[in-house]
Nanobody, 117 residues
């Protein structure tokens, strides 16, 4: 089983930046992609960004041009750079790891991102 540990959340003013990290350990051989979902209070969890082993990245429309995902294969770690944050980005951000079939394994514990106006 894969274990995911997220870090890097916090409180930031609108327009500011944060960098999230997610390190995977355990049974990592079958991981094909990693990325981030987020969930705001009262809302469903939504995909923010994902990146495959080969480096192909995709983003939610709401974060394109502001967020950047990257991956360090040697460290089994994925990063999410959050720039030009706004209050609508406030949420708990959850790291995910998926196999080649798109099946997502256990979630990380989540990291809170709060953007103040």
């Amino acid at each position: 089983q894969v274990q995911l540990v997220e870090s890097g959340g916090g409180l930031v003013q609108a327009g500011g930046s944060l960098r999230l990290s997610c390190a995977a350990s355990g049974n990592i051989l079958h991981i094909n992609s990693m990325g981030w979902y987020r969930q705001a209070p009262g809302s469903q969890r939504e995909l923010v960004a994902g990146i495959t082993k080969g480096g192909n990245a995709k983003y939610a429309d709401s974060v394109k041009g502001r967020f950047a995902i990257s991956r360090d294969g040697a460290k089994n770690t994925v990063y999410l750079q959050l720039n030009s944050l706004n209050v609508d980005d406030t949420a708990v951000y959850y790291c995910f790891a998926a196999d080649s079939g798109g099946h997502i394994g256990p979630w990380g514990q989540g990291t809170q991102v709060t953007v103040s106006s």
